[in-house]
């Protein structure tokens, strides 16, 4: 995109193909993504059940090396990066100093002192202007690659299978949250295995000129076993079932991880200072001494489908409100997340409702994940 043209929407490498099969496109945090191919119902169960292929090629990687790389990174995020072996990576968090959340973020640990981090999109350049000011003073760089990959994956019980026919890298071995370089399909990649549905998965950080070549191979090898094109819209009920936090919704600058219930992503142990550290201490204090408003599930008694932004009611007073709401295509019913008070929060509380335009929907109150996968 260029500087003339800020209001342009940037478009992946896999733009074209995309358009070839027919997708519905929508601007997702600037860019033009596939929304749904055909039935977004279809594409979810395809991922629960056989496989699925996306293109993620919208987020954000930003690399930070140097000696000093690690103890940047510990500096700059809440987690602690340096204990993270190479090959591995870690879901962490990047928080103001008042201890509010800019974003969450998976960091691979390349190298001995290179990092990839990967952003939301919507958060690319907050989290990039973030890591650049707080360098200062350390012997570690932080470079831009947004335009360096294409990100594809392949979700769902059959993509090991799957994937296992184009590629020799020890698939196997590969364990949760981690990633290894490998070629897959005669294309060089870092193949990773974190995921964001709920199901077993695997992304492939490539060249964006490979990417057209990869994703063509993938679904030839996935088409015997089911796979389909899959767009954002099922991406958002697969990781609403599986209860993963989305930034906008269930995270924001307006909560810390301990007010959003992932205070353990905040590790206090490690070395040195960082930054948000002292508002999340008192963020933590003030957790266990008085519960803040608890995320959890809602599972509707009826057919109506609440939205973020709801207000969830008990007893004719509002408790909490809906952060993010859909039909469940494995449920069958509808279901949302909310952050309601404590008092609400035990999992079985009946007499809960959500108001969707005035009228008080019954729900129940369950645990979240809404859905977890067999192992």
Not at 58 to 77: D, K, R, S, Y
Not at 81 to 102: K, N, P, Q
Not at 313 to 341: C, F, H, N, R
Request: proline content about 6%.
């Amino acid at each position: 995109m260029s500087s003339t043209e800020p209001s342009e929407k940037r478009r992946t490498a896999l733009d074209a193909l995309h358009r070839s099969l027919g997708a519905t496109m929508t601007d997702f945090a600037g860019w033009d993504m596939p929304l749904r191919y055909g039935s977004e119902r279809d594409e979810h169960l395809a991922v629960r059940t056989r496989a699925g292929l996306f293109d993620l090629s919208h987020m954000g990687e930003i690399t930070v090396t140097g000696p000093q790389a690690a103890e940047l990174l510990n500096f700059a995020l809440v987690g602690n990066i340096a204990s993270v072996g190479v090959g591995r990576a870690r879901y962490t968090m990047i928080c103001r100093a008042d201890g509010g959340i800019l974003d969450d973020l998976i960091v691979y640990r390349l190298a001995e002192t290179e990092y990839m981090v990967v952003a939301n999109a919507s958060n690319a350049q907050v989290v990039l202007d973030a890591l650049t000011e707080r360098a200062a003073g350390f012997d570690a760089g932080v470079r831009d690659d947004r335009d360096a990959y294409a990100l594809i994956a392949v979700q769902g019980p059959e993509s090991p299978g799957i994937l296992k026919t184009l590629t020799d890298a020890d698939l196997d071995g590969l364990k949760y949250y981690a990633g290894l370089p490998g070629t897959v399909a005669g294309v060089p990649a870092l193949i990773a295995r974190t995921g964001y549905t709920g199901e077993d998965g695997f992304e492939l950080f490539v060249a964006p000129a490979d990417a057209e070549k990869l994703w063509q191979a993938l679904t030839d090898a996935g088409a015997p076993a089911g796979l389909v094109p899959c767009g954002l819209s099922c991406r958002d009920t697969l990781r609403l079932e599986a209860g993963m936090p989305l930034y906008g919704h269930e995270l924001s600058t307006s909560l810390t991880p301990f007010d959003a219930g992932l205070g353990r992503v905040v590790k206090f142990d490690k070395e040195g200072d960082f930054v948000g550290r002292e508002a999340l201490a008192a963020a933590a204090e003030r957790a266990a001494a008085q519960p803040p408003r608890v995320l959890v599930g809602l599972v509707a008694e009826g057919r109506r489908v609440p939205r973020a932004g709801y207000p969830v009611v008990a007893g004719g007073e509002v408790i909490g409100e809906v952060t993010s709401g859909a039909p469940s295509p494995t449920l069958g019913k509808p279901i949302a997340m909310a952050y309601v008070d404590a008092a609400h929060a035990a999992s079985g509380t009946t007499g809960v409702g959500v108001d969707i335009r005035g009228s008080h929907e019954p729900y129940e109150v369950v645990a979240l994940p809404f859905y977890k996968r067999r192992k």
